[in-house]
């Protein structure tokens, strides 16, 4: 299968993406997050690794995981329906997280 790596996470909540084909499938695309900071108290990045790639069974996450997933799937381009499926919330839950996002970002 080949694959194309990107640059490795600089920090906790930075992530990186390796894409990769398989002839039987579709195109794969990966997250990979940075799980080197083992410093920040309550954050599982493996269980967050596995759900922003959809691994299953998927891990349940804290509030603040499920933010952090929601981000980097958001970052990787998925619709709202799909990453709250993963996350085990309603999509107006995701809409909500996006909005607040965009206000904090807009007041910066």
């Known amino acids: 299968m080949p694959t194309t790596y990107v640059s490795r996470p600089h920090n ?3 992530a990186y993406i390796i894409r990769g084909t ?4 579709e195109p794969t695309r990966r997250v990979y997050v940075s799980t080197t900071a083992t410093g920040v108290p ?6 967050i690794e596995r759900v922003v790639n959809g691994d299953r069974p998927l891990p349940h996450l804290n509030e603040t995981e499920q933010e952090l997933a929601a981000r980097l799937m958001t970052r990787a381009e998925l619709g709202a329906d799909e990453i709250a499926e993963r996350l085990r919330v309603e999509p107006r ?3 909500r997280w996006r909005t607040a996002w965009k206000k904090d970002e807009d007041s910066n």
């Open 12 to 14: 906790a909540s930075s």
């Open 22 to 25: 398989n002839p039987t499938r």
């Open 42 to 47: 309550g954050i599982d990045f493996l269980a």
């Open 93 to 95: 839950t995701v809409t």
